[in-house]
């Protein structure tokens, strides 16, 4: 029939439809960020254990130039030097967004290098499909460790 009302159930069926496919998606992003957040996690952890055993980043750092490269390098260094006899005590916390200092919005995430409770070094990471770069780094406040 022309002109016809639609029934009751189309009317609840659609915004139902509506909320899941939402929630489906919110909940499709989320993973995909977790999935972000541990990947930069894994990344700073194997090149702090790795630094720590004096193993030369230089060539392995994904970094946007030479010049953060070689000072990422000598920060890693300072910072975990011995970790590799109390590698219990490093820990790596990685959030969303830009460092709490940097406003410019370059990096898309910031991971904060913590040995024995006290932090060390903060990176600053920009992510893009299937790569990560750290685009810069920095000393936090009262940072010990070289």
């Known amino acids: 029939m ?15 439809m509506i ?18 957040l541990d990947e930069i996690r894994e990344l700073v952890t194997d090149l702090c254990q790795d630094s720590a055993r004096g193993l030369d980043l230089t060539s392995r750092l994904p970094t946007a130039d030479g010049l953060i490269n070689r000072g990422l390098n000598s920060a890693l260094e300072a910072v975990c030097r011995g970790l ?15 460092g709490p200092d940097f406003s410019d919005g370059a990096a898309t995430h910031h ?11 903060g990176l600053r990471i920009a992510c893009a499909e299937d790569r990560i770069l750290i685009i810069g780094y920095w000393r936090p406040i009262g940072a010990a460790g070289g």
């Open 2 to 16: 022309l002109g016809s009302k639609p029934s009751n159930s189309r009317r609840i069926l659609l915004p139902i």
């Open 19 to 36: 909320l899941i496919m939402g929630g489906a998606v919110a909940i499709w992003a989320s993973r995909q960020e977790t999935q972000k």
């Open 84 to 98: 590799d006899q109390d590698a219990q005590l490093l820990e790596v916390i990685v959030a969303s967004g830009d």
């Open 111 to 121: 991971a904060l290098v913590s040995i024995g409770g006290v932090d060390r070094l």
